[in-house]
């Protein structure tokens, strides 16, 4: 199966300062990565489409703002948390489908758990 | 917007007992992705179903998908404490986006 990397698996961070997390696609090439959130108990909130070599697409109540995509590569995304608050506690998913599933078989990351202090 | 609403919320049984998981909306979909989730991991693809009325068995577990492919169930059976976790339904609709569900949380106990 294709495999999806996600990295840091957890950060704690401190009130007002910015993490980044990485998302790869170790053996296939993504033109489109997805990112997602998810809060304890809760099913998984797509939060926006990343694009490689383009902007990123927001769903309706994402601050782009404050969810900084860069998809600088075919096997690289990442989204930065900026200026972070205790209310952007959360899980972060990242995935994305390789093109020979029809792009709709997405397979996920290990996720990133931010706790903000 | 797309909705997909699963039944039941959480379900507690033990181990050897038989269940269903529901997954609903009124919107179509091209195909229908079910996954599982484990604490502190990323979902796990299960199987897709894309024909109207089709089935698909993956060992223990039944998957069906409406006839109109506006529904799907995912049947367990004879469950072990193995199958454990957080059951997702996922529409696949407009530009590779998919509509996950609502969950459902199964525990199983000995």
């Known amino acids: 199966g294709a495999v999806v990397s996600q990295h840091p698996s957890w950060v704690i961070c401190k009130s007002g300062t910015s993490v980044k997390i990485e998302c790869r696609s170790l053996?296939?090439?993504?033109?489109?990565m997805f990112w997602y959130r998810q809060f304890p108990k809760q099913s998984l909130m797509l939060m926006a489409t990343?694009?490689?070599?383009?902007?990123?697409?927001?769903e309706q109540g994402v601050e782009k703002d404050k969810f900084l995509i860069n998809h600088a590569s075919l096997t690289l995304s990442t989204l930065t948390v900026t200026s972070a608050h205790p209310e952007d506690s959360s899980f972060y998913i990242c995935?994305?489908?390789?093109?020979?599933?029809?792009?709709?078989?997405?397979?996920f990351g290990q996720g990133t758990r931010l706790t903000v202090v | 917007t797309q909705l997909l609403e699963q039944s039941p919320q959480f379900l507690s049984i033990q181990e050897g007992e038989n269940l269903t998981v529901y997954c609903n909306s009124s919107?179509?979909?091209?195909?229908l992705q079910w996954y599982r989730q484990e604490p502190g991991e990323g979902p796990v693809l299960l199987v897709t179903?894309?024909?109207?009325?089709e089935v698909k068995k993956l060992k223990r577990l039944t998957f069906q998908f409406g006839d109109a492919r506006k529904d799907s169930s995912l049947h367990i059976t004879a469950a072990q404490p193995g199958d454990t976790g957080l059951y997702l339904c996922?529409?696949?609709?407009?530009?590779?986006?998919?509509?996950f569900g609502t969950g459902t949380r199964l525990q199983v106990t000995l």
């Open positions: 995935s994305a489908s390789p093109p020979d599933r029809g792009n709709t078989e997405a397979f």
């Open positions: 053996d296939f090439q993504a033109t489109t």
């Open positions: 990343s694009n490689e070599g383009s902007k990123a697409t927001y």
């Open positions: 919107s179509v979909f091209s195909s």
């Open positions: 179903v894309v024909t109207g009325g």
């Open positions: 996922a529409g696949a609709g407009t530009a590779s986006k998919l509509t």
